[in-house]
């Protein structure tokens, strides 16, 4: 699998896409791995490990998605001893650097999961952190905050949008050939542009198609909007492309929009594949019964779970280095 690329704005990038990405699952229950897969550590602590009191300062509290982030944590933690502060840095690098200052020089956490702003400003509390054994999930990479390799007592973390894409990809090609002999024709509902993650999801679903599925052609490919705008759009595109029998979309909205679309066309379930991504309950269900072939999330109850677990291991020989993780991807089928 290729690397993300890095850029010298990535760690508010990746926060970006974290934010964004959490958004499509926010008021969800957790996906069911069904016939799918997820990676990541061990969520729950060791018998015996302490409680920790752990600090989460994401670069804001005023996107909704991340509020969830914060209250996700807080009820896991709970639900294993931990207690969780919060600090809300209001997208200002400065404050947010002070808030984990004051944190780590006054001993008031034991841990930290840091989504900065900008990973090279806060990079001088991380260190401090550091000194006095306080463990760290930084979001991003080393490079991201100017270290040059692993840190003791850190680990880092990030979002694979290009696996998230490339599976999506996969999962399309399956049902061709599946459903369709292995030649699809394909009204693609892509990840609205403007971020890096957008555009590293996009490219790789229609990478992997063209990969997978040879016989296979895009006949509308247009950005995904709210599930009434997705269904408009789906609906136009059935109008110049009649025949067009795949539908992908990008997150729960733009995928029950256009299966709306494809479902007042007249078009069956059984000879068509209608699939996409964002793990809601309405999106889980509709695979349950069929009428879409199979959804993509990313688990975010999953990665708090893992993120907890991995300050449990580092607490435990806060000298020891930390790895790189990945928020796991699950898939939903039938």
Not at 15 to 20: D, E
Not at 87 to 99: E, H, V, Y
Not at 231 to 246: E, H, I, R, Y
Not at 286 to 313: R, T
Request: with cysteine; hydrophobic share 40%; net charge negative.
């Amino acid at each position: 699998m290729k690397t993300i690329a890095r850029s010298t704005v990535r760690p508010l990038a990746a926060a970006l896409g974290l934010a964004a990405a959490v958004a499509l699952t926010a008021c969800s229950s957790t996906p069911t791995d069904a016939g799918g897969s997820s990676s990541g550590t061990e969520s729950s602590a060791a018998a015996g490990d302490s409680a920790l009191k752990i600090g989460f300062s994401p670069f804001t509290l005023q996107v909704p998605a991340l509020k969830g982030v914060a209250d996700g944590l807080t009820a896991i933690a709970g639900s294993q001893g931990d207690t969780v502060v919060t600090a809300d840095p209001k997208n200002d690098p400065s404050t947010q650097l002070q808030q984990l200052q004051q944190w780590v020089q006054l001993d008031q956490v034991d841990a930290i999961w840091v989504i900065p702003t900008d990973g090279k400003a806060v990079a001088a509390a991380l260190t401090q952190a550091q000194a006095k054994g306080i463990v760290v999930i930084a979001s991003g990479v080393p490079a991201d905050y100017g270290f040059d390799g692993p840190q003791a007592g850190m680990t880092f973390t990030e979002i694979d949008n290009e696996a998230y894409g490339v599976k999506l990809g996969e999962l399309t090609a399956q049902c061709i050939d599946e459903k369709l002999g292995g030649a699809g024709k394909v009204i693609f509902l892509t990840s609205p542009q403007g971020a890096s993650s957008s555009k590293l999801i996009n490219d790789s679903v229609v990478e992997t198609l063209a990969s997978k599925s040879p016989d296979t052609t895009v006949v509308n490919q247009q950005e995904a909007s709210d599930r009434l705008g997705s269904q408009q759009t789906v609906s136009s595109a059935l109008q110049g492309a009649p025949d067009a029998n795949v539908m992908v979309g990008t997150d729960d909205e733009s995928t029950l929009g256009g299966l709306a679309a494809f479902t007042q066309a007249g078009k069956s379930a059984d000879d068509t594949c209608v699939l996409g991504a964002g793990g809601n309950d309405e999106a889980q269900a509709a695979v349950k019964s069929g009428d879409l072939f199979a959804d993509v999330a990313f688990d975010f109850q999953a990665d708090i779970a893992q993120n907890i677990g991995e300050l449990h291991k580092l607490a435990a020989d806060p000298t020891a280095e930390g790895s790189q993780i990945v928020t796991p991807i699950t898939v939903v089928t039938k």
